[in-house]
């Protein structure tokens, strides 16, 4: 059996505090039901001592299944599916209790907007990953800030200084870690592990704020949610961020993260405001105003706009993100990088690798179709229009490639496993919705495997990433029909 990991220690100056923050009681009662008494009846009986909460869920049970019935809490918990409707009461429970106000010098309300577009962006970024733990994001999106919650009610002369100093912007972790010695996450992590929520949630609450580098030892889902919540605060970021600098760069950033390009990521952040307005309505924090939504969705597009009027202008923010533009090197049925190309940009990049340290792994990705027609004219007629998928989809730095008849390559020269994976799964269902279907021939199916290098030690290193992902592609040829992509 596997042992609860010990709580890590509170930050020196918070050790002998009284009052910090308790677990709401409905909150302690869902978490207190072990895992086999999770059954609708014993979430029912919880819920019913919040009346308000009840109403509310009922609302969102409704919504959520047009048509359904929910005009009790028991069915809306059965609607909702109660993994979905405790973890529904207990964001609710947390908004409803942690505080509002307190000291004088910290904004209260821009805490309660970040946290809000956080939840909201943090389950969005997993349901276009179409990964099983959104609810799990929401919440975990509503605590990431907790830690500076906590500090600024608690330890306000403590904390008022980093405020100070991070003005017009709001207090950064390198601020905090260099005027206090600890960060948010210091204060989070042993605070989340006392209120007894789980891994899951915990975790990338503690984690996300850090760097790659300093959550290597998160596993499995646990460190997905964490890149995924660290994409939602980089969201947050972007659409709270009053000043320009560095956030077209920001934009980028987050288009890259989520293999979207910019009128992708105008959409996804535009479908935001709806659901921010909703989980506003349902965590009762209506006092944060409506305009504020609005405004933040403009200043995000003015921010992104930088980019095209850098462009457009010949003067971009950064410097041009495609390193591999030979002219000559075009295969003309795709637009993709012809095979010489390929190898060309992977020697440059083990070349550039091997001159000094790169802060992200090298990565690659190579896509087949399976089952092909044989009619010649046909086959390549569908091979080259998932090549022009692939072309379409990529990021600027990414160098896409068809190295044969019938295999494409993608190459990514800064990446990271969980980008890898997102994209492979994203160009997967790209070819068989854009191509393969429209072809009407539903057996016909992509195949994709890839693999990371995160360092390079030797000019050989391009053939071991090559046959890493091979490897990977074979894997994918044997999986089931319904995921045919293999990455490490």
């Excluded at 805490?111 to 577009?117: A, G, M």
């Excluded at 939840?119 to 830690?147: I, M, N, T």
Aim: proline fraction near 7%.
């Amino acid at each position: 059996m596997d042992r609860e990991p010990l709580a890590p220690p509170l930050p020196a100056p918070l050790v002998h505090i009284e009052g910090l923050p308790a677990l709401p009681a409905l909150a302690r009662a869902l978490l207190c039901l072990r895992e086999g008494e999770r059954r609708a009846e014993e979430v029912v009986a919880a819920l019913e001592r919040e009346p308000a909460l009840c109403e509310r869920l009922m609302r969102l049970a409704s919504a959520a299944r047009p048509g359904e019935d929910a005009a009790t809490i028991k069915r809306a918990v059965v609607l909702l599916g109660t993994r979905a409707a405790r973890l529904h009461a207990l964001a609710f429970s947390l908004a409803h209790e942690l505080p509002k106000d307190g000291p004088a010098g910290f904004d209260y309300r821009e805490y309660w907007r970040r946290s809000l577009i956080a939840a909201v962006a943090a389950r969005a970024v997993a349901r276009v990953e179409e990964k099983p733990y959104q609810d799990e994001a929401f919440v975990a999106g509503l605590l990431s800030h907790l830690g500076q919650l906590v500090l600024a009610t608690s330890l306000p002369n403590l904390y008022r200084p980093v405020v100070d100093a991070a003005r017009p912007c709001w207090p950064s972790v390198e601020v905090e870690r260099s005027l206090l010695g600890f960060h948010r996450a210091d204060v989070a992590a042993p605070l989340l592990h006392a209120w007894n929520l789980p891994e899951l949630i915990r975790a990338p609450v503690a984690c996300a704020h850090l760097s790659q580098a300093e959550t290597h030892r998160l596993t499995g889902s646990a460190r997905e949610l964490t890149h995924d919540l660290g994409i939602a605060l980089r969201i947050v970021e972007l659409l709270c961020h009053t000043e320009g600098a560095g956030m077209a760069e920001l934009a980028e950033d987050i288009e890259n993260d989520l293999a979207m390009d910019e009128e992708e990521l105008q959409r996804f952040l535009h479908e935001l405001v709806p659901e921010m307005r909703a989980a506003a309505s349902f965590l009762a924090l209506e006092e944060l105003g409506e305009d504020w939504i609005s405004d933040a969705l403009a200043r995000a597009r003015a921010h992104m706009a930088e980019i095209s009027l850098g462009a457009a202008f010949g003067e971009p923010s950064a410097p041009p993100r495609r390193p591999y533009a030979p002219a000559a090197g075009l295969d003309e049925a795709t637009g993709l990088f012809t095979a010489a190309s390929f190898e060309s940009a992977l020697a440059e990049e083990i070349r550039r690798r091997l001159a000094g340290p790169v802060g992200r792994s090298l990565g690659l990705l190579l896509v087949e179709l399976e089952a092909a027609p044989r009619e010649d004219a046909q086959r390549r007629g569908l091979l080259c229009e998932a090549g022009a998928v692939l072309r379409r989809m990529t990021r600027k730095s990414d160098v896409p490639a068809r190295l044969s008849e019938e295999r494409f390559a993608v190459l990514l020269p800064e990446t990271t496993p969980e980008h890898l994976e997102i994209v492979a799964q994203r160009a997967r269902r790209r070819i068989e919705a854009e191509v393969l279907a429209r072809g009407a021939r539903p057996h016909l199916r992509a195949v994709v495997g890839g693999a990371c290098l995160p360092r390079v030690s030797s000019e050989k290193d391009g053939h071991v990433l090559l046959a890493l992902a091979d490897e990977r592609l074979a894997r994918a040829h044997a999986a089931p029909l319904e995921r045919r992509g293999d990455v490490a």
